[in-house]
């Protein structure tokens, strides 16, 4: 039987109980007490820590709880116990089991709120402000199965619209859960107790029982404050190491990123440096289309150049002359074209041999040395 993710909580809660039913299949049977013994140690799943302090009340249901048995209208659907029947309760949030279409058993997330309604403990669930399901609980009780302490309570889930008044019935889901404590959960071996004591004390009669029993609750009530605060210190610590840890890794983040932007700048300057040196070369290619160059200066491979348009009376003499303010500065002049380099003899130009006067063409570069 196919059953998709549930959009309510009636059908969250049906489709926990059909998928049971599907799950455990010959095993299904009149409805009784009678849960599997053989039980894994639940372990709760990583949630996020609780937003708003919790009650007392809702403190003894934390954790993850293995689903033994699905009740509804008096058929009983026992589980296997490695098929991760799990609910959870995790804060004010309980994570309802379902089953979904590939036969994947899921969880749906609730918020809840409990509280006490004549004799029933309360359970609403709700989305948002609004309730959506209504529920009765009973508290947990601890006994020691195959020498493993363990808890069990039931949870029934109204399929209708008003509150169950029953564990039982066509109105409701009934969940059967247990959870096997591990030896070293004392706090929770502890809590469990104190809610035993709380019932053994209002059922007795007996003055001196019921004495006993108060200075032995009393006693619980302490342990369970000096481990709800040891509790504390250890959940302080664990948030502590959690947030050093973070701020490692941000911080190792952000030197990496400081390396990152270096880099980027680093390769942003070079990146400038080609464009620049490209430009130059594009401008040259196209000034040499129609112009000559001239260089001036004490080192005129180093200087920038003037470009002047070059006609068919375009000379070396006429380049010279271009350049204002040099008379009585010029130490040497040679002209280059395509890698050739053409020799000026100044010396001639003053006795009136022009023999090295070159016509200048486009694209040729004229150097003309100064005095420093």
Aim: charged content about 30%; glycine content about 6%; aromatic content about 6%.
């Amino acid at each position: 039987m196919a059953l998709v993710q549930p959009k309510s909580l009636s059908a969250a809660v049906l489709a926990c109980a059909v998928g049971a039913c599907v799950l455990a299949g010959e095993t299904s049977k009149s409805r009784g007490d009678e849960v599997p013994p053989k039980l894994i140690v639940v372990s709760p799943l990583p949630r996020p820590a609780p937003a708003v302090p919790i009650s007392a009340a809702l403190e003894l249901l934390q954790g993850s709880w293995q689903v033994v048995a699905v009740c509804h209208s008096d058929a009983v659907a026992l589980t296997e116990p490695l098929d991760s029947w799990v609910l959870e309760i995790h804060g004010n949030a309980l994570y309802l089991p379902f089953r979904d279409a590939s036969g994947m058993v899921q969880q749906q997330a609730y918020a809840i709120q409990i509280g006490r309604d004549g004799k029933f403990n309360t359970i609403d669930l709700r989305s948002a402000a609004n309730p959506i399901g209504l529920g009765i609980y009973e508290f947990p009780t601890v006994v020691r199965d195959f020498g493993q302490p363990r808890a069990y309570w039931r949870l029934a889930l109204s399929v209708a619209k008003s509150r169950p008044k029953e564990f039982g019935g066509k109105r409701a889901v009934v969940f059967s859960l247990v959870r096997t404590f591990a030896e070293d959960d004392e706090l929770g071996i502890v809590m469990m107790r104190i809610t035993e004591l709380e019932a053994l004390i209002e059922k007795e009669k007996d003055p001196a029982e019921r004495a006993k029993l108060k200075a032995e609750l009393l006693a619980a009530q302490k342990k369970r404050d000096v481990l709800l605060a040891e509790k504390a210190v250890k959940d302080a610590e664990a948030e502590v190491k959690n947030a050093k840890e973070s701020l490692k890794e941000t911080r190792d983040k952000f030197d990496e990123a400081k390396k990152n932007v270096q880099a980027a700048e680093l390769k942003l300057k070079e990146s400038e440096k080609q464009l620049n040196e490209a430009r130059k070369k594009l401008d040259i290619l196209k000034q040499a289309l129609t112009k000559y160059a001239v260089f001036l200066g004490p080192d005129p491979k180093k200087v920038m150049p003037v470009w002047i348009p070059a006609t068919d009376k375009s000379t070396v003499s006429q380049g010279i002359s271009s350049v204002v303010g040099i008379k009585g500065k010029v130490v040497k002049v040679w002209a280059e074209r395509e890698g050739k380099t053409l020799d000026v003899n100044l010396d001639e130009f003053k006795k009136g041999d022009f023999k090295t006067d070159y016509q200048l063409q486009a694209g040729d570069r004229l150097y003309i040395k100064t005095k420093e």
